[in-house]
């Protein structure tokens, strides 16, 4: 008897841990542009993390390398917040487990080099960076707004055209070690990939040339994804290139 209700607590805790998250839209300069998924959003079947960063999953999740059939417009120097929930979107209550404190990542592709590829390969440049600051982890802060992640700002130097905008949720409760040294220890990152027609007078193309399979890696430093956020610590450094401003 005790042995099953130790099964069924176990079991409970197994699938709140695997309690994840899903993009929903975004909101432009305050603006909600409603229900994006599999409109502008590559959606994928799960709310799942990605764990192995080797994987083409790490780019836009497992169905990164299928476009959606619609495009946000926005213009360049536009400012996005993107939307996540775990499972209701209707209630802003329902975000994200808040175990899972960690970094929100922003990062662009130019559509025509990302697609019809999934995202895979030297393409991105990284637009916004909100780790740990004022205290406090970007997803926890997600959690206390609603899902509604902090703006990120398209640069206004933007050059106009089509491009894949990639948001992460990189949620480091189990960073704390690699999966290659012990497979119970991983940063989890929810990738999201949504489609973007942007419109302005600028000329700036985002050229970092970032490959997610090459740049998040356990080999070396591994700096921001192996990481302890239950000890005390003065700052995290989040994981990929500087932030891209356009200049
Ligand atoms: C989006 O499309 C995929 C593939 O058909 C499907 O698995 C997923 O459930 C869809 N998501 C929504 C929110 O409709
Ligand atoms: C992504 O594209 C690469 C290269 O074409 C392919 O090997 C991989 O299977 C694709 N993955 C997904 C998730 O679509
Ligand atoms: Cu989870």
């Known amino acids: 008897m005790l042995l099953s209700l130790a099964t069924v607590a176990l079991a409970f805790f197994a699938s709140t841990a695997s309690a994840h998250v899903y993009m929903y839209g975004v909101s432009i300069n305050g603006k909600d542009q409603g229900d994006g998924r599999n409109k502008t959003i590559r959606s994928p079947t799960t709310n799942a993390p990605v764990t192995d960063f080797q994987s083409a999953d790490i780019a836009c999740h497992d169905l990164g390398g299928v476009a959606a059939p619609n495009f946000v417009k926005a213009a360049a120097g536009d400012r996005l917040a993107f939307r996540w929930f775990h499972y209701n979107p209707e209630d802003p209550g329902d975000v994200i487990d808040a175990s899972h404190k960690g970094a929100i990542l922003t990062y662009i592709a130019k559509y025509a080099a990302a697609s019809p590829s999934n995202g895979t390969g030297p393409v991105w440049s990284k637009l ?120």
């Open 128 to 247: 916004d960076e909100q780790g740990f600051e004022g205290g406090e982890w970007a997803t926890i802060k997600l959690i206390s707004n609603g899902g509604k992640a902090g703006e990120v700002t398209l640069p206004k130097a933007l050059a106009p055209d089509k491009y894949l905008i990639r948001q992460e949720l990189l949620a480091l409760h189990r960073a704390d070690g690699n999966p290659k040294d012990d497979p119970t220890r991983a940063a989890e990152s929810y990738p999201s990939c949504m489609q973007f027609d942007v419109s302005g007078s600028g000329n700036a193309v985002p050229d970092q040339n970032f490959d997610f399979n090459k740049g998040y890696s356990y080999d070396g430093a591994a700096t921001g994804l192996v990481f302890n956020i239950h000890i005390p610590f003065d700052k995290y450094t989040p994981p990929g290139p500087k932030v891209w401003t356009g200049n």
